[in-house]
């Protein structure tokens, strides 16, 4: 029978933020002012989001190293998942960073090189698929009583997700280089299921993923542009 009652719970949720930011640095002195804008985004589990970020800050050389502490805002887009979240956000952060120097990373005689990447999966990662289930206790809507049903659950992905990531680079001789690439990807999908008593229910979840390309790359000797071809092995590691 329905009774009244309260529930009340206590979590925490990791999230990765990602700022793709322009910076735009002032001449100075010794303090080297900056300013910075881009998107942001978060990839909370179940709760992607996406916003905007600004700051300002300074760059100041000590010793060896700089130091580079800035204010940041972010203002995240609603989606309708997280309810009270606070979608107006303001940050200290504090960059450290080695001098800049002319000269290349190397291994062994080898240019090694890093980056970031970033992009648009094109395809849905999750094949849709369906089930059946028999004699399973629902609560049925109309009534509020638990009832026996009947029901199918179909899974389907079908919207594009952001990828984004870093590699390191090797160069090899004759326009060959070995890359060691980590991605990381959400895959968005949701659950649909019919009960036989004409309830229907959606779920909507992420599964996020890490993706760990090793590539071998060749650059195709042409002179205006540089294109090139890769292949190699992939593994990836899931968490729903």
């Given at each position: 029978m329905p009774v009244p009652m309260t529930r009340s719970s206590t979590g925490t949720e990791f999230t990765w933020e990602f700022p793709i930011l322009g910076k735009y640095q002032m001449s100075g002195g010794r303090m080297k002012p900056f300013i910075e804008a881009g998107p942001s985004f978060r990839p909370a589990e179940n709760r992607e989001q996406t916003g905007v970020t600004a700051g300002a800050g300074f760059e100041l050389p000590l010793r060896t190293m700089r130091l580079a502490p800035a204010l940041r805002y972010s203002h995240w887009g609603y989606n309708g998942k997280y309810i009270g979240a606070n979608w107006d956000q303001l940050q200290f952060v504090l960059g450290i960073d080695g001098p800049r120097s002319e000269e290349t990373m190397s291994a062994f005689g080898h240019k090694i090189s890093l980056s970031v990447i970033a992009g648009l999966?094109?395809?849905g990662a999750l094949r849709t698929g369906s089930e059946s289930f028999t004699n399973t206790l629902e609560i049925d809507p109309s009534t509020g009583r638990l009832v026996a049903v009947d029901g199918s659950v179909m899974v389907n992905s079908n919207r594009t997700s952001p990828v984004i990531g870093f590699a390191t680079s090797v160069a090899l001789p004759k326009q060959m280089s070995f890359e060691v690439g980590a991605l990381y990807r959400p895959l968005n999908a949701r659950d649909i299921s019919t009960f036989s008593n004409g309830f229907s229910r959606e779920r909507r979840f992420t599964v996020l993923t890490w993706?760990?390309?090793?590539?071998?790359?060749?650059?195709l000797p042409v002179l205006t542009t540089k294109p090139f071809v890769?292949?190699?092995p992939s593994s990836a590691r899931r968490e729903i």
């Open positions: 999966a094109l395809t993706e760990f390309p090793l590539l071998a790359k060749y650059k890769e292949f190699g």
